[in-house]
């Protein structure tokens, strides 16, 4: 007998031998028909696996994101087979769930795929799934394993790192490939499935790797959920911010300047001042001090703060002076310059805590495949702080930190979150700097601060900064979506590294804690995910225009610059649209500019000096003064922007 531990702490008693599925059906029939994978004892199995002794065991359905991973996995097997069978000869090589759906990367060789061939793909990998087969793991062989792939040098590279006694296939139908395991039960399990795209991909991530063919694609069990996932993409088309961006006039890319350095047009321009003129208020409340730092900095400064050891492979290339040996880099993190500013004066545990903020503007040298729009940039602005205080004052400022991040997700209609706290992975220490006491000291700080704060929260291992443990918000978007925003991370390392002094009250030297944070993460990224949250309808105070006064005909321009004249002595964002078009083409543009407030202006306004109004989505809120207007937004903007 073997006794198994259940996620509500209950332990029940089974004979060895038994699988996720039989426990699932002890507990219920219902349970029982949804389960499609499981874990045991922290690692991935299918509910067929035979389990032999004691553990803790997790059960998931489709509703689990691990249900899902297991689910998508098994459709990539499934897109595997059928790509073998249609285009005969390809090499596959790896194919894993993604956060939507699963892809796989193959050499078609002499073969191509387009999307006239996409309903092709799909009917026969729902011909293999209608025929129910089960997934079965099975271990091999090094040699083994070598032998089945002699013809594949991607799988041979892969199955040559692999430790002998480590390696299994997952068989099922006709189809073996390389696997790690986590399937559902069966192939019939997949009802409902689209081919989404394809791309090319360097195999291993590596340009000056051979070119395969990545096909993407998403799986349900049920025909209706595919049906939703697809209009909730189409939805997200008419929200890619790439759009809106070009739309809105907000920024441009230039191949002359160089991919994935963003150019920020006029308005988008007058959208990040507003933003970061919000962000700096509330800072200068909360005690920051702004301070600028040099675009670049010398070799040395990033070897110090361990950031060119980590990442120097993904910065751009050193530049080198008409000095000998002498090396700049453009800046890939603010940090360290920041740390040279507190260095430069030495302080009293009296003065801490400091805090200095900066938009400071970073540089990383992504590949170019994986540049997107404003999400993925070579140069980015990050709204960075640092803030260097004692050990006793760490908990009061991280949850300070908090409260400031949740009053900008709070004025920027952000209600949907949840909290991360990212932890290092102790079975890989040689990704980190610094010695393990200060890292479960910074660990313990964190869990301390958020479970004081009443936040939901997570605990991801192996997802900490190679410095220190940090707390993610993570966001859902208006479409469902889960975005990173906002972090807060504690270091004692850099300090240590930058040598920091302090003086304490025992009149001894002492090292300061360094607390990292950026409530937007990056201006480029948060804009592009706004964007795409509101749909290109900003929250009022932050909209480029609030107003567009439209004038029926010639006769009433002076009326409408008179109109004009009063919104903007009211500190309305207004402008006049007195071109030569109908009425309701002026209104149709109007709409797509997502202007909040149009105002229209003719005879009888005139007469009796006042304005008719029109709301961004056609509510008409009749004829009312300037005045009333400005009370209106005066009043939106009060309930969505709150005092900090």
């Known amino acids: 007998m073997i006794n198994i531990t259940l996620p509500d702490g209950s332990v029940k008693e089974f004979e060895s031998g038994v699988t996720p599925y039989e426990v699932a059906r002890s507990i219920s029939e219902g349970l029982a028909r949804n389960v499609i994978s499981a874990s045991y004892n922290n690692q991935t199995i299918e509910s067929t696996t035979k389990l032999t002794e004691d553990g803790s065991l997790i059960l998931y359905t ?30 596959l090589t790896i194919g894993p769930a993604i956060e939507n759906g699963f892809y796989y990367d193959v050499d078609l060789g002499e073969h191509s795929i387009s999307d006239k ?15 129910k087969h089960e997934f079965k793991m099975r271990s091999a062989t090094k040699a083994e394993a070598l032998q089945l792939y002699k013809d594949n040098e991607y799988k041979t590279e892969l199955i040559e790192n692999l430790e002998d006694g480590t390696i299994t296939f997952c068989d099922h139908s006709t189809f073996t490939d390389l696997c790690r395991g986590g399937h559902i039960p069966n192939t019939s399990i997949i009802k409902a499935v689209k081919i989404l795209s394809v791309a090319g991909a360097y195999w291993r991530g590596d340009e000056n790797n051979t070119q395969l063919t990545r096909v993407y694609g998403i799986s349900f069990p049920k025909q209706k ?79 110090t703060s361990g950031h060119y050891a980590k990442y120097g492979e993904d910065s751009f290339q050193p530049i080198h002076t008409p000095k000998e040996d002498e090396e700049f880099l453009l800046k890939p993190m603010n940090c360290p310059h920041h740390c040279e500013i507190f260095k430069h004066t030495q302080w009293s545990y009296k003065d801490l805590p400091k805090r200095y903020a900066e938009f400071g503007t970073v540089y990383r040298y992504e590949q170019s495949g994986e540049l997107h729009g404003l999400t993925r940039v070579r140069g980015f602005t990050q709204d960075d702080a640092h803030i260097f205080c004692t050990p006793e004052q760490l908990d009061e400022e991280f949850k300070k930190v908090i409260d400031l991040v949740l009053y900008v997700f709070g004025s920027l209609g952000f209600e949907n979150f949840t909290t991360q706290v990212s932890l290092r992975d102790p079975e890989n220490p040689e990704k980190y700097i610094g010695d393990e006491e200060h890292w479960i000291k910074a660990e313990q700080a964190i869990i301390d601060a958020v479970k004081d704060k009443g936040l939901d929260y997570v605990i991801e291992t192996g997802e900490a900064a190679f410095y220190g443990p940090k707390l993610d918000f993570m966001v859902k978007d208006a479409l469902g979506r889960s975005w990173q925003l906002g972090t807060i991370q504690v270091d004692y390392q850099l300090p240590k590294r930058f040598e920091l002094t302090y003086k304490g009250s025992d009149n001894e030297t002492h090292q300061p804690v360094m607390i990292h944070r950026a409530p937007f993460g990056s201006m480029e990224r948060f804009i592009a995910i706004l964007l795409e949250h509101t749909g290109g309808n900003f929250p009022l105070w932050l909209m480029p225009e609030q107003v567009i006064v439209l004038s029926i005909s010639e006769k009433y321009e002076k009326y409408a610059e008179k109109v004009l004249n009063l919104l903007e002595n009211n500190e309305i964002r207004a402008l006049i649209d007195n071109r030569n078009e109908t009425m309701g083409k002026k209104i149709r543009d109007a709409e797509v500019k997502k202007i909040p407030y149009m105002i229209v202006v003719g005879e009888k306004e005139e007469q009796e000096n006042k304005i008719s109004v029109r709301q961004h989505g056609g509510e008409d809120l009749g004829m009312i003064s300037v005045q009333q207007l400005a009370s209106i937004i005066d009043d939106e903007i009060g309930k969505s922007l709150k005092q900090f």
């Open 117 to 131: 061939d996409f309903k092709t793909i799909e009917d026969k990998m729902l011909q293999i799934a209608r025929e």
């Open 225 to 303: 959920e595919l049906k939703e996932y697809l209009e909730l993409l189409e939805e997200a088309k008419k929200r890619d911010h790439r759009k809106l961006g070009r739309e809105l006039e907000l920024f441009a890319f230039s191949q002359k300047v160089g991919q994935g350095l963003p150019l920020w047009l006029p308005k988008g321009a007058a959208l990040r001042e507003r933003l970061e003129n919000f962000l700096k208020a509330a800072q200068k409340k909360a005690g920051y001090e702004m301070v600028i730092t040099p675009h670049i900095g010398q070799k040395e400064l990033y070897v």
């Open 62 to 91: 489709w509703k689990d994101d691990e249900g899902k991973k297991a689910f998508w996995h098994s459709s990539a097997h499934v897109l595997a087979q059928a790509l073998e069978e249609l285009y005969p000869g390809i090499k």
